[in-house]
């Protein structure tokens, strides 16, 4: 009988090359998906290059034999995914059909032409696979809408649209063809746009730590940040004055790659708290000796990355420019007991001031500071019941927000494949709503440091504007749920260009 996952938690094992599956490899990957919290690996063969030979079937085999006592060993169950051409090479090896007959075996479909391989390729192996369905074009769509659906068992995915690819499929062009396409649940998108060598799941010891005299932290803070040390250091400035008992709380921070000696700096700064303060930095550098420089955006694996060092029961995540009142973390705690799903009013400070370093108490919120897209946040910040709002969930915003950690690792964390700014943490509060968590906005405003040239869109909505197509994108491509694609249609609208409409149409 085929293994099953028990929670439908993926991780996606990507195999480009033989390196991909010696033991090192498999080693590393083992810890990332043991990390990742997953109970299936997916090994992923779709991007393989290697031509069949007699060395790559004992490549294969080996590997095989090495997985099938790891995952014995770790409880993990595994899945492989293949196109159906892929694996005619493996009917010259029985050891290794035998080896994948055990486990769940997955085929990757295109287009029909796929589908008839794979008829040939079911019936010489005798199995019974699962499918997942990946059209790239609208002719590709219309050959895969047409198989009897209800005859295997199938699920969909579609990859970013691709202007350079004739009738490459657009969002709208899923939403029109009024079918209910169905993920398989627990699997993230692959990220097409992503280098495959990029595993994104960083294997980062903790730098330096601080610690006090009792720790038992009930809720860690954790702070992504990168090249913001003047504002980081006001930050922790501020935690360190809390109303409460240093040991009930800890500060992890991730700096990604930054080069302006926070490490440093931030460990001389607060040498006197070494030990009154629970404080753990990770430095994660964006070089890699084998896959070259992760020259992106980085916030929500940071995030990832921290929450394995928590040891509190609580997650709250912070960002690197955000001042907080003495009472926020005794708050933020009473607040998490009666709500699933916490997070704090926003008050942007302008820049000038914000350069000066002010404190939380001498800020004037009528005076001092601005609301970023008011139109949009004080349909949150002005009611008095979040839940209440239609699509509470789009607000949730990691600039402030907290929740258990064991229902942080339930939805998978943050997804792997947002690499720029935007819909993390919509996509993680979609997550949440699915599961029915209720939603809680504290009525106590935080204020948010500003320096135009720490955004990643440099305060240009047009630049933002670009950025954000790009992860709603994904964000419909996940869910595949029409009612996203109209409700987020502004980011939809211009996906496809007149040229590449005027060129479809010859």
Known sequence: MPKVS?????????????????????????????QNS??????????????????????????????????QTADLHYDFLFKPHQIEFFLKNSEIITQIKKNILTLHLKNKKDWITSLKVISDLNINPNFILQPQTKNDLQELLSLPQDQFNQSWDFTPYRSELKN????????????????????????????????????????????????????????PSFNNVSFLSNVIHHLIQQNISADRFEVIIVEDGGTDNTSDILKDLWSSYQKKFNLKFIYWSKKHPQHGAQNF???????????????????????????TPPD???????????????????????????????????????RDTYIEEAHYWNQLFTSSDWMSLKHHWKFTCTY?????????????????????????????GYEL???????FLVPIPLYHLTAYNQMQYQNSQLKRLKLLRKTAELFYLQHLNPEIYHLFGNFYRFQKKLPHYIRDLF
């Open 6 to 34: 028990r929670n439908n938690s993926y991780y996606r094992y990507k195999i480009s090359t033989l390196q991909d599956i010696k033991v090192t490899t498999i080693e590393r990957r083992f810890q990332k998906a043991k």
């Open 38 to 71: 997953a109970n299936t690996l997916l090994f992923d063969w779709t991007d393989f290059s290697g031509e069949p030979s007699q060395s790559l079937h004992e490549a294969v085999l080996s590997f095989l034999c090495e997985i099938a006592t790891k995952t």
């Open 168 to 223: 490459s499929l657009t969002l709208k062009d899923l939403v029109q063809a009024q079918f209910q396409f169905q993920r398989r649940p627990g699997l993230e998108i692959w990220n097409s746009n992503i280098p495959t060598n990029y595993e994104l799941e960083a294997m980062q010891p903790i730098t330096w730590q601080f610690s006090s005299p009792n720790p038992r932290p009930e809720i860690s803070l954790i702070i």
């Open 297 to 323: 955006f980085r916030a929500g694996l940071a995030r990832n990355l921290a929450s394995q060092y928590s040891q509190a029961e609580y997650l709250f995540f912070l960002d690197s420019d955000m001042l």
């Open 328 to 366: 926020f973390i005794e708050t933020s705690l009473a607040a998490l007991k009666k709500y699933d799903v916490i997070q704090f009013q926003r008050f942007h400070i302008q820049q000038n001031i914000s350069q000066k370093q002010p404190v939380y108490a001498d800020i004037s919120i009528a």
């Open 400 to 428: 402030a927000l907290g929740l258990k950690k064991s229902e942080f690792l339930e939805v998978g964390r943050f997804k792997k494949y947002y690499v720029s700014y935007g819909f993390e943490d919509t996509d993680l």
């Open 433 to 439: 709503y699915k599961r029915k968590k209720t939603f």
